[in-house]
């Protein structure tokens, strides 16, 4: 069975709804307090409905890695999966994408906090104090990472209930004080508006595909991976689209941008090709040929070919939203994954 990491050494500590943790943090940060806002100026009313739409498409890109990861009880995720699918190459660009992904969202996210502190702190959004902040985030999340799984795991565990908690507050508390005249939907905008909010959500909605990297130190992965992945979904869709609801229905002037839509969408462009390597691979693994090489699939996706067809062909779609300058920040980043290859696999390195 093809398992191109050594895992015997890492210990398996995380149950399912760790890994279910570890995905709800990854998705519900920084941008649910910013999302709203830049949401209502691209989509107005139709923002509800737009989130439930990518909610959906959401859960069947989840699905058929559900089906994927499965397959799998190493760590690396889609990594894994497109070095077993397709090889060396493409496995190394997917691995390069997720980590351009992280950084990308990484720095949208800590801008929204820096921001929103800078509210009640000022001098934070500027100057050595600014930079003394962002490094010490930085460095204690390093620090806990480094200290162990188990470690990691309170820790992530504790920060997403301190995100839910608020939020639910939120919700429950705005649903009795929203004006139902507000969520009005007016007319449909227009298809370059839906195209952006479509790349925004797929940030928004974007993390989960973590869930299956530390696949190895986790309890019985090919069976609480596809779990963890499901219930992140389900429960960020719910989260989301009530809290655009009563962003909607309580702030009448809701719309407003700045620097983190571009952030934003620059990482989402990258999260796409990590999602249709994937689903790429979930369909490509379900050839007879891999039977002796890739385990069976301990969940398999209903309805044949479709789920994971469509899942390419929404992302694709999604994908053709973004601006030229995006487009060419995703191919220049790919270009740059292959010059790193190459020169990963150069003869001379091996002399």
Not at 29 to 49: C, D, I, K, N, R
Not at 92 to 102: A, D, K, S
Request: some cysteine; hydrophobic content about 60%.
């Amino acid at each position: 069975m093809i398992q191109p990491f050594a895992v015997a050494q890492l210990r398996r500590e995380l149950g399912r709804w760790d890994l279910t943790a570890i995905g709800i943090n990854q998705v519900i940060g920084g941008a649910v307090f910013a999302m709203p806002a830049t949401l209502a100026a691209h989509a107005g009313g139709w923002s509800p409905f737009l989130i439930l739409a990518v909610g959906i498409a959401s859960m069947m890109i989840a699905l058929t890695f559900g089906e994927v990861a499965s397959r799998f009880d190493g760590t690396g995720g889609p990594y894994l999966y497109t070095r077993a699918a397709f090889g060396r190459f493409p496995a190394f660009e997917v691995g390069w994408m997720q980590w351009f992904t992280r950084v990308a969202s990484w720095a949208s996210v800590i801008n929204v906090l820096v921001a929103a502190l800078g509210f009640y702190w000022p001098s934070v959004t500027a100057g050595p104090s600014r930079t003394i902040f962002l490094t010490a985030i930085i460095a204690a999340l390093a620090l806990i990472n480094v200290l162990g799984i188990r470690q990691s795991a309170w820790v992530v565990n504790f920060l997403t209930i301190g995100k839910l908690l608020p939020l639910a507050l939120f919700i429950v508390v705005g649903l009795t004080a929203l004006s139902v005249s507000a969520l009005h939907t007016g007319p449909v905008p227009p298809v370059s508006e839906l195209s952006t909010s479509a790349l925004l959500l797929i940030f928004a909605f974007g993390g989960y595909e973590v869930i299956p990297v530390p696949a190895g130190e986790s309890r019985d992965p090919q069976r609480t991976v596809p779990f963890a992945l499901i219930m992140t979904i389900a429960v960020v869709t719910v989260v989301l689209t009530l809290a655009q609801i009563v962003a909607l229905g309580t702030l009448p002037n809701l719309a407003a941008s700045g620097s983190f839509a571009g952030m934003a969408a620059a990482s989402a462009v990258s999260r796409l090709v990590v999602y249709v390597a994937t689903c790429a691979a979930a369909l490509r693994l379900r050839s007879p040929k891999f039977a002796g090489t890739v385990a069976p699939a301990r969940m398999t996706v209903p309805f044949g070919p479709v789920i994971p067809v469509a899942s390419i062909l929404i992302a694709l779609a999604i994908l053709a939203g973004a601006t030229p300058l995006q487009l060419r920040a995703g191919v220049l980043a790919l270009a740059a994954g292959a010059v790193l290859f190459l020169i990963a696999v150069a003869p001379w390195r091996k002399s």
